[in-house]
Each structure stands twice: as structure tokens, then as C-alpha cells.
């Protein structure tokens, strides 16, 4: 016994040293590193990145430098000018915004319909999940939306909505939905459900979710009643995370990645759309999309790599692609790779759980 | 024999255990009192949106309850037992040592595992008619690494309060502390649920670090 008690003590210090002392030297040796702001110009057809450079002789501090890829600098209003979807308000509020671009008549009301933000983390995906989910009347004819009095979770046999307030199921809604469901070909139960359960948003499209065959289908209340609608898959293409995108544009219904790490856009009205970049991880890489009716610029960021790509909205084929030279270790960093060769951790980047990692 | 320790352990700890099941269901309670108060102010339904949108659990207040409840029971068992030098004493009767330190940990496990199950079933109980299954096990899930943590919190302690130097018994204090800090690295909800298991097994490990303390008090070991 005094033999095993032993063993748990040293057994212990060691882990807790491997787990403490790379802890300790990352903290007080940690030093921040921005990246520059990066987003696709079609007036220039170019990356135009926006960031910051030491001044001369480091006497004047840092500088903000905006710059092309082919090293052409430019001044904030030249920006501006050629970036115009996204520097929209600015423009207008300097009465420069255009009449067209890109020979497209265009409106600041347009451009604001069109302009979006959507952002993907690994942390989205990798955290606990409660199988339980708030689905929106999605035709109410009012303005406002509201959140509804039941929330569904689907079983092996069917969709059981359970109401709030008396925590029962609405067994009428519940066949209502199942027979909906099951009539348009879903097997159950659902391996994926995704959707975007609130009321801050200007209308709701509901969930997308895949059935246990992979396939695809969506979701919604419309006036009380299922609307449920089976989306045809390219052949070939094994879906596996969804994204629900409700953009002001209403383009687009969802994003979507498949087993070989390939993005997909579901326009409205379901049309599957492979997005023309060489792979996107969502349970290890973040994606940043900055779109508007022109490009889209993603960024995909991993623990290793940061890459820019434009696409065109329309039929989202690349039309440039950057990559962000990665920064380099410091001195110190390299020295804490030399010292703790092992290092154990309980929380990561990528998720939100708590375990072991070396 | 073992019924002998068992006596004594209770007759020494009963008013501490009797202060201890009263708080921490006191705690569980009033967490299930807020519940019921935000049900009748804002309906049930409330309660439902606010788990399933913002990570709310409303047992916030439990988070550190079970591990002071644990480490009180470890000093309230042992502290006397060394100070008094009654530890002296029940090393020198005919028994097994092993199996007399065994029982008195056991007695403290099985009483801190009766008063945090009597938690458990109390949250369970009101819980189940408020709220989907799916959102009681989100609470009570996870508050299971609280409560482990109050059990590993009285068997490090134990073993700090065992050992007979303090050179040793700071040592053994900084690793208990960071032990514990492992069971609260995070806030999401449910986040340690693919750990559990192995930090049950490293719990229940940590009993035999005690008699390490044990051992070296038979040699004579002194400040």
C-alpha cells in the first residue's frame, strides 16, 4: 500500500508540474500579436490590408498602413473609395457614395440589405449541447418575433414538443409534426439540428437538420402548422455540420460542410452551392465571412495557418486567395518549446470541455 | 472494529455533520427557491429560454458549498486526532493500522457522500417537475465536479492534516490546491462531462495519499 501511495505522489507531482510550470512561463512570457484587418476590393481586385508598422526609427510609435498585396499604399479616404460596400456609411456621410460599381446600380439601402457578418468558431460545435429547441412561429404576420411556448427534441420515434409551463408534451402537435416529417421521407432520429433560436434577428427561417441517412432537410413553423421540405444532395456529398445563415439578404438559408472538409452555401430556394476553397474544418478552424453583393472574404484561421479567400457571391467561385504570412516565435517561445518538450492542459481553444490534453 | 471506529468518528464529527447536511440543503434549497421564485415572477417558461440561450444553471451559489464542506469534515475527523495524539493511540491497538485508517476515511466518505446525496435527490425531486429531463440532468451534471470536488477536498485535507511535519504538510497543501483547481477551470455548463469518470478514479485514488502521512507518523517523522 505505502509502495502505490508513493507511486500517486510522485505520479501526482509530475503531472501537476508538466501541468504548472509551462503554465507559468507562457504567462509571463506571453506577448499579444495582431494581424491586420484584410478584406477584398473588386474595384481593385485586390486584398486591401489594413494594420499597423512601426514608425520611423520607432520614434513615432505605430503607424496604421493600408496597403494592397502588390505593396500600393493607400490613404484612409482612398480605403474608403475602394471599398465601398463595406465603408458605405462613411461614404454617404461624405456624399461620395457611388451611383454604381461595378456597372450595378446600387442603393446605401441595398448595400445594407446586402452587407452581412458570419462567423463560425470551433467552439461553436465542440461544447455541451442540451437536445432541446425553441422553434419560432415563422409566418406570426406580426412584425416582432416571439419565442414560442414549447421547445422540441427529436427522439428515435418522432419530434415531441413539451410545453414550458406545464413541462408536458403536446401529443396533437407532436403526430402533427412527426407525420410531416416522416411523409417527406425523414428517418429519425436527426444527427444534426441547427438553428438559430431568438428573436433578435429580422425573421426566422426555422432548423436545418440532417436525418440519420444524411439527409437534408428543413424545418419550420408556419402559421401553427410544419413546413418541412427535403433538400436533393449532390451525389457524393455526405453532409456533416450545418450553419443557419438568416442574412438580411435572404440569399442564403444555411452553410454547410461535408466529410471532406468542403463548404457548401444553401441559397433560397434550395440550391446546394460548393464554395470554391480548398477546405474549411469547423471542428478545428474558425471562419470569418464579410460578404456583400459582390465578393465574399473569408478568413479560415486553425492553430497553424490564417487564409483569406474572395469568392464571388454569386456562384462563390474564388477569385483570390492570400495567406497570412504566419507570425513567428519569439525567442522566449522557443526557449518554452527547448524547456517543456511536455505539457499538459485541461482547456483548449478549440472546445469547451475541460479534460486532459498533452 | 470497524463498527468501534464508526462510533467514534460519529460521536466526533455528529454536530458537524448535523451543521453540514443543514447548510448544504439549505444552499440547494434556496438555489431551488430562486428557481420557483423566477417561475412564478416570469413563468416556467422563463426558466427554460434562460437555460437553453445563456448557459444559465441557477446553482451558481453550490459551486464552492461541497468543497468547504469537505475540507471542515477532513479537519474536524483528523485535527483532534492529532493534536490530542489519539492517533498515537489507535496505531498501538491489536488491529490492522491500514484497515483502521481505511475505516475512518471510509466513515467520512460514506457520511460526505449520504449529505451530498441528499442534495442530489432534493434538486432531482423539485427539479423533475419543473423542467425537462434534459435540463435537470444539465444542472445536476454540472454540479457533479462541485461535489467530487468536496470529496477529494476532504481526502487531500485528511492527508494534510495526517501528516506530522510542516515542511511536508505545505507541500502537500500546495498540490491539494492545485488538485482542486482542476475541478474549477471552467463555467460552461456540462463541461467537464467526458473527465468525470477519471476524476472519480483519481479521487478515490487520493485516499490512500493519507496513509503516506500515516506512514511517516509511525516512523517518528517531527518537526
Known amino acids: 500500500m505505502l509502495r502505490f501511495s508513493k507511486i500517486l505522489f510522485y505520479f501526482t507531482v509530475i503531472f501537476l508540474l508538466l501541468w504548472q510550470l509551462p503554465w507559468c512561463y507562457n504567462f509571463f512570457t506571453a506577448k499579444s500579436s495582431k494581424s491586420g484587418f484584410v478584406l477584398y476590393s473588386s474595384i481593385i481586385g485586390d486584398f486591401v490590408i489594413t494594420g499597423q508598422q512601426e514608425g520611423k526609427d520607432g520614434k513615432e510609435g505605430k503607424i496604421v498602413v493600408r496597403r494592397d498585396l502588390s505593396g500600393h499604399k493607400y490613404t484612409q479616404d482612398e480605403v474608403d473609395s475602394i471599398l465601398p460596400m463595406f465603408y458605405c456609411r462613411q461614404l454617404m456621410s461624405d456624399e461620395r457614395f457611388p451611383d454604381s460599381i461595378n456597372g450595378v446600380e446600387v442603393t446605401p439601402r441595398l448595400v445594407q440589405t446586402e452587407n452581412f457578418v458570419f462567423k463560425i468558431a470551433p467552439t461553436d460545435l465542440n461544447t455541451p449541447h442540451i437536445g432541446l429547441y425553441p422553434l419560432l412561429e415563422s409566418m406570426s404576420g406580426r412584425v416582432e418575433l416571439e419565442m414560442p411556448k414549447d421547445v422540441f427534441r427529436i427522439t428515435n420515434k418522432g419530434i415531441e414538443f413539451v410545453d414550458m409551463a406545464t413541462n408536458s408534451i403536446e401529443s396533437a402537435k407532436s403526430t402533427l409534426f412527426t407525420e410531416a416529417l416522416t411523409k417527406k421521407g425523414f428517418h429519425f432520429p436527426a444527427i444534426e439540428i441547427t438553428g438559430n433560436p431568438t428573436t433578435r434577428k429580422e425573421y426566422d427561417e426555422g432548423y436545418v437538420l440532417l436525418d440519420v441517412n444524411r439527409q437534408l432537410f428543413h424545418l419550420k413553423q408556419v402559421k401553427g402548422r410544419p413546413y418541412v421540405r427535403i433538400v436533393d444532395v449532390p451525389h457524393g456529398v455526405e453532409l456533416k455540420h450545418l450553419f443557419i445563415t438568416e442574412l438580411k439578404s435572404r440569399r442564403t438559408l444555411a452553410l454547410m460542410t461535408d466529410k471532406n472538409y468542403s463548404l457548401y452555401v444553401l441559397t433560397a430556394p434550395y440550391e446546394i452551392k460548393k464554395v470554391a476553397i480548398p477546405s474549411f474544418d469547423p471542428e478545428k478552424e474558425a471562419v470569418s465571412i464579410i460578404g456583400n453583393l459582390f465578393d465574399w472574404t473569408l478568413r479560415i484561421t486553425s492553430q497553424e495557418e490564417d487564409n483569406y479567400f474572395a469568392v464571388r457571391s454569386d456562384d462563390f467561385s474564388l477569385i483570390k486567395a492570400m495567406k497570412n504570412p504566419t507570425v513567428e516565435e519569439t525567442l522566449a517561445q522557443k526557449i518554452g518549446n527547448y524547456i517543456f518538450p511536455i505539457r499538459i492542459s485541461f482547456t483548449g481553444e478549440l472546445d469547451n470541455f475541460v479534460k486532459p490534453r498533452i | ?223
Open chain 2, 1 to 223: 472494529m470497524f463498527k468501534a471506529i464508526f462510533y467514534k468518528e460519529w460521536i466526533k464529527t455528529r454536530w458537524y455533520l448535523l451543521l453540514a447536511v443543514a447548510t448544504t440543503l439549505g444552499f440547494a434549497g434556496y438555489s431551488m427557491l430562486r428557481i420557483s421564485r423566477v417561475v412564478d415572477l416570469k413563468g416556467a417558461e422563463h426558466v427554460w429560454e434562460v437555460m437553453l440561450s445563456r448557459d444559465v444553471i441557477f446553482i451558481d451559489l453550490l459551486e464552492y458549498i461541497p468543497l468547504l464542506v469537505g475540507m471542515l469534515l477532513a479537519v474536524v475527523q483528523f485535527v483532534p486526532e492529532m493534536q490530542r495524539k489519539c492517533l498515537k493511540l489507535t496505531l498501538h491497538l491489536p488491529y490492522s493500522q491500514l484497515r483502521m485508517v481505511g475505516a475512518m476515511l471510509l466513515y467520512g466518505l460514506l457520511v460526505l457522500s449520504f449529505c451530498f446525496a441528499a442534495n442530489f435527490f432534493l434538486m432531482a425531486l423539485y427539479l423533475h417537475g419543473v423542467i425537462a429531463a434534459e435540463l435537470e440532468q444539465h444542472i445536476l451534471l454540472t454540479a457533479v465536479p462541485w461535489y467530487l470536488a468536496g470529496i477529494t477536498a476532504y481526502l487531500l485535507v485528511s492527508w494534510i492534516c495526517l501528516e506530522p511535519t510542516w515542511k511536508r504538510r505545505i507541500i502537500n497543501l500546495t498540490m491539494s490546491v492545485l488538485l482542486l483547481r482542476i475541478f474549477f477551470l471552467s463555467v460552461t455548463p456540462e463541461a467537464y462531462n467526458q473527465f468525470l469518470p477519471w476524476l472519480l478514479i483519481y479521487t478515490l485514488l487520493t485516499a490512500s495519499l493519507s496513509w503516506l502521512s500515516v506512514s511517516r507518523f509511525k516512523v517518528g517523522k517531527q518537526d
